[in-house]
């Protein structure tokens, strides 16, 4: 039985509600509400199910690069991706690291990113979902995460900081990455 809401690894049984959520213009957690980004995760979805899912849950699937902001494209670092799901497709939340460190490229903000979907916002999820991702963090040899957020994010910075996260400081990201003013927050593990 599953707690109030749960991880699970994105997988067939849950597959419908996340074509659901994109079928209301959800994408994924760095995408979030883009109908664009949401429509090529159906097309994906529906060229290949199997291999979309396969996709999402293979930690080291570095033969794609990663296209950011500003449409450069970087290597693919390690991760693991997970669904918060509570009967229902809930949100995403995704573990990054660099083999062999704790620390991370430049083009990588953070080592976690999630969002809730907005009909199941305010309701603690992304707070359960980080709490539930820090032993993830810990079994992949991390002694401690690096989370950054929009210093206007307050919900954000909230969740953090319920999960024992502590700011490191206030900076503009790179260009590249967006160039917004971001707080980081690191959370020993």
């Keep these: 039985m599953l707690a109030r809401m749960d991880l699970v ?3 067939a049984p849950y597959l419908a509600s996340y ?16 109908p664009a980004a949401a429509a090529g995760e159906l097309a994906e979805i529906h060229a290949g199910p199997e291999a979309f899912l396969a ?3 293979h930690p080291t699937r570095l033969d794609q690069p990663v296209v950011l902001p500003d449409g450069t494209t970087v290597p693919r670092l390690p991760g693991v991706r997970r669904w918060m799901w509570d009967g229902d497709y809930c949100g995403a939340i995704s ?3 660099q083999p062999g460190s704790t620390e991370l490229p430049p083009y990588c903000l953070g080592h976690v990113g999630y969002a809730v979907v907005p009909w ?8 359960d979902a980080l709490a ?8 992949h040899g ?3 995460i690096d989370i950054v957020t929009d210093i206007t994010n307050t919900a954000s910075a909230s969740v953090v900081q319920a999960c024992g996260g502590v700011l490191v400081r206030e ?3 790179p260009e590249e990455s967006g160039g917004f003013t971001a707080h980081q927050w690191r959370i020993a593990l």
């Excluded at 074509?19 to 883009?34: I, K, M, P, T």
């Excluded at 199941?120 to 707070?127: F, I, V």
């Excluded at 539930?132 to 079994?139: E, K, S, T, V």
């Design 19 to 34: 074509v659901a959520a994109c079928e209301q213009g959800w994408a994924n957690e760095r995408a979030a509400l883009d």
């Design 142 to 144: 991390l002694a401690g």
């Design 171 to 173: 900076y503009v990201v």
């Design 95 to 97: 573990l990054r690291w």
């Design 55 to 57: 996709a999402l849950n």
């Design 9 to 11: 690894a994105p997988a």
């Design 132 to 139: 539930q991702m820090l032993p993830i963090a810990r079994d």
């Design 120 to 127: 199941k916002r305010r309701r603690g999820y992304a707070t």
